[in-house]
């Protein structure tokens, strides 16, 4: 496969997860450009490589038509500070995850970690309690706003990152959120 480095660029913006098209051009400093990204990510498609959808109701997703793909690069376009997510999502396929794995090799232990959250809990997976705490740490520095209340640990929990790799034993450690100065029990 004769794939350029912006198409491994984008391989690793999703190697984590499924992204909007605004946070996909959002991850690199300075923004990438909406249209270069999409013609990109469309490239990797017709390779296989990674697979769009439209988020519909919240809940429903259904296959983009090429008029979601103008549009959502015309709301990115007119909107420079992109307070609204997009609703034209991308993942990697199994071949757009083993196409990352032969280019980088497989992750280091500190990198197996993955992070979940909701308006009330943080929730950390990782592949040992001292991964956790580094992850748990890189997102407080992001999220100063927020305090963490450490709720619950639980081991072992084995877990697959989005690039297929297998953790095991693995920790899940389970944070109450809250904002900062709010004292509540």
Known sequence: MDLREDHYQLLSTLIDDTEPLDQIVRMHDPPSDPRRTVDLLLELQSLGLVSAAVLVDFKNWRRPRTDDFERAIAEI??????????????????????????????????????????????????????????????????????????IRTRTPVPFTLHDGTKVEPG?????????IGDHRS
Do not use: C
Request: aromatic share 8%; hydrophobic share 40%.
């Open 77 to 150: 376009e007119r909107r420079v500070d992109m307070p609204v997510q997009s609703n034209l999502w991308y993942r990697l396929t199994e071949s757009g995850q083993a196409e990352w794995r032969a280019k980088y090799g497989a992750r280091e232990p500190s990198e197996m970690w993955r992070i979940a959250e909701t308006d009330e809990v943080v929730e950390v997976n990782a592949v040992s309690p001292e991964v956790a705490a580094v992850a748990v740490a890189n997102w407080q520095h992001r999220h100063p706003e927020i305090a963490l209340e450490q």
């Open 171 to 179: 920790v899940l450690i389970t944070f109450r959120r809250r904002p």
